[in-house]
């Protein structure tokens, strides 16, 4: 009998500092269900899903990141930027827990042409690019590198340009070529 209150008394204290870490995402499955409909292109399903969420608990980072993605897909620009600050207001100056929404809001602020506040999401995500995949990293510089080229600061381009050639982006690799002609 007491091997079982040990060992109960582990899982409560497991599950306690699960909570405390912010581990625990009640809505995973649905949020992750959402996402698998939004890779589909079956928008209507997955926005249905982060919205049933979103009514339940509307600071849920992941849900309002979902839906701001979404929003993206749909061309809807300002409704995802406003989305995707609202997700980032949610955690109060915390770190995003999914850092790649600085690089999707800066994004959608260099698509508006709001260079400057781009360029602040793009630093918010360089600062932690050690936490990102890859992947993310390299189109996260990339990012950075057209930014800082619509904004005129070649040297600045350039260098996050070379920064993603050697993460490995086969874009960058291209565009440093073609620019060495």
């Known amino acids: 009998m007491r091997g079982l209150s040990t060992f109960s008394a582990a899982l409560l204290a497991i599950g306690i500092a699960g909570s405390a870490a912010g581990q625990t995402d009640a809505y995973k499955a649905q949020i992750d269900q959402a996402k ?11 926005d249905r899903i982060v919205s049933g969420v979103l009514a339940k608990d509307p600071q849920d980072f ?19 930027v406003s989305v995707l600050n609202r997700a ?12 790649t929404i600085y690089n999707t809001l800066g994004y959608a602020l260099m698509n508006q042409g709001r260079l400057d506040e781009a360029g602040k999401a793009f ?27 619509l904004k005129g600061d070649k040297a600045s381009s350039g260098r996050y340009l070379v920064e993603a050639a050697r993460a490995g982006s086969a874009q960058a690799q291209g565009n440093l070529m073609r620019a060495a002609k």
Do not use: H, W
């Open 36 to 46: 698998q409909f939004r890779l589909k292109g079956d928008l209507g399903k997955s």
């Open 88 to 99: 980032l207001a949610s955690l109060k100056g915390q770190p995003a827990p999914d850092p």
């Open 62 to 80: 992941r849900a309002n990141y979902t839906k701001g993605l979404i929003e993206l897909d749909r061309g809807a620009t300002p409704s995802a």
């Open 123 to 149: 630093q918010q995500g360089y600062a932690v690019r050690g936490s990102l995949a890859r992947d993310s990293q390299q189109k996260l510089l990339n990012n950075m590198s057209l930014l800082y080229r």
